[in-house]
């Protein structure tokens, strides 16, 4: 049959009309082979969100507005600490809380080392400038604080000492936390000295900047053999899989001061992990002659203890911290404690082997500005100085 010419013409103009129609609408040209199909999320349900182009305007139904704080003043004097920005914005999260910021009215919070962004309410921002202020106006000069770790054999030294101090609320379940003036602090341990069951483990200066933190840690690998595993080449055709617990200490403080230096806000992060007891359990595993080959595996029995608390009190009285009866785990811990060189907390006397379950006490003292009052340690390098602070516990975070 003859093709018109006309006819011909005429089809190629509607094949042409269909796929601009096809391209603007955003349906496939099942004329065209080159034209993609938009792509599908993963659901199939509809397209990929648009990337690029400019922001979108930010809400403001709840009176929010962008405000830009200057952080230059205070992180110029720790040019030897590592985003030392993070600090300020720890110390804002745990005075406002973490919710508000992932939550409405919309808002966010942002630092780098020399500006602090914030868009949210005026509440709101009422409440990071006043941690602001205490970084930026407050003291830039590293602070120095006394922590003395001791044991008692015996909870009964709350008899006598009752009467020296003041007991204020803890959420950490079975710690008690006390305040006393430092006049009573010295009485307290002359009291304490004469027991026959009081260990004083050890008395240490940290040197903290005022908001950053100070970690002290002492960790050793434990190992154990967990189960056993098919080897068909050895005899017996078993060989033991061990397992490790990480056993130890890790203990961070942060403290923050007032303005004027009459108050103390710390925030203190202690845990504890000990092996008391490897169990030893037996296993009857088959062998290819019909008989049983016995096996022995350990289950550890592990005692864990956690504190997360925040404290304000007086800069001028002391805050003294009773543990609990802890557990004494065996063996000899590693000497790796972080910054102060080796053992400085004499953790491995307080929990050396042989010994009973003690009553472990923290005290914790603020005693002013660093420099001139200290002498570097001979045992290892300077702390290093991180983030994590109340008469009441202000909760955890």
Same mark, same amino acid.
């Given at each position: 049959?003859? +093709?018109?010419? &006309? %006819? $011909?013409?005429? @089809?190629?103009?509607?094949?042409?009309?269909?796929?601009?129609?096809?391209?603007?609408?955003?349906?496939?040209? @099942?004329?065209?082979?080159d034209n993609a199909a938009p792509s599908l999320n993963a659901g199939g349900s509809g397209l990929q =969100?648009?990337?690029?182009?400019?922001? =979108?305007?930010?809400?403001?139904?709840?009176?929010?507005?962008w405000k830009t704080y200057d952080l230059a003043p205070y992180t110029r004097e720790l040019k030897t600490v590592d985003r030392p920005q993070q600090a300020v914005v720890d110390w804002i999260l745990r005075e406002t809380g973490t919710d508000v910021w992932f939550s409405d009215p919309f808002g966010f919070l942002n630092a780098d080392r020399d500006?602090?962004?914030?868009?949210?309410?005026?509440?709101?921002?009422?409440?990071? +400038?006043? @941690?602001?202020?205490? &970084?930026?106006?407050?003291?830039?000069?590293?602070?120095?604080?006394? %922590?003395?770790?001791?044991?008692?054999?015996?909870p009964n030294w709350r008899t006598r000492?009752?009467?020296?101090?003041? $007991?204020?609320?803890?959420? $950490? =379940?079975?710690?008690?936390?006390? %305040?006393? =003036?430092?006049?009573?602090?010295a009485i307290f341990l002359a009291m304490l000295r004469g027991r026959t069951d009081y260990r004083e483990i050890s008395a240490v200066d940290v040197v903290v900047h005022n908001g950053q933190s100070q970690t002290l840690e002492q960790l050793r690998g434990r190992n154990y053999i967990e189960n056993y595993q098919v080897a068909p080449s050895a005899w017996p055709p078993y060989m033991p899989a061990t397992g490790q617990i990480q056993e130890g200490y890790h203990l961070e403080i942060s403290p923050l001061l007032s303005l004027d230096k009459k108050l103390v806000d710390l925030v203190i992060k202690c845990k504890i992990d000990q092996v008391e007891? %490897?169990?030893?359990v037996l296993l009857d595993l088959p062998l290819q002659n019909g008989q049983l080959y016995t096996a022995q595996i350990q289950v550890p029995q592990i005692v864990s203890w956690r504190l997360h608390e925040r404290f304000r009190w007086p800069?001028?009285?002391?805050?003294?911290? $009773?543990?609990?009866? @802890?557990?004494?785990?065996?063996?000899?811990?590693?000497?790796?404690l972080l910054g102060l060189g080796s053992n400085a907390l004499g953790l491995d006397r307080l929990l050396a082997p042989g010994r009973d379950r003690a009553d472990a006490l923290l005290m914790i003292e603020y005693r002013g500005d660093a420099p001139g009052r200290v002498l570097p340690t001979a045992t290892g390098p300077a702390p290093t100085t991180r983030s994590a602070a109340n008469p009441l516990s202000r909760g955890r975070y």
């Open positions: 049959m003859l +093709e018109s010419p &006309f %006819l $011909s013409h005429r @089809v190629g103009r509607l094949c042409m009309a269909w796929a601009v129609a096809c391209t603007l609408w955003g349906a496939p040209s @099942v004329l065209s082979q =969100p648009r990337r690029g182009g400019p922001p =979108p305007n930010l809400p403001s139904d709840a009176g929010q507005y500006t602090l962004r914030v868009y949210h309410t005026a509440a709101m921002h009422e409440a990071v +400038e006043q @941690v602001y202020e205490r &970084f930026v106006n407050g003291t830039t000069v590293p602070q120095l604080y006394g %922590l003395r770790v001791m044991a008692v054999g015996s000492a009752h009467s020296l101090m003041q $007991s204020v609320p803890v959420q $950490s =379940p079975g710690v008690h936390a006390y %305040l006393m =003036p430092k006049e009573n602090a007891k %490897l169990n030893d800069a001028d009285q002391v805050l003294l911290l $009773s543990c609990g009866v @802890v557990a004494s785990p065996a063996g000899k811990p590693n000497e790796t």
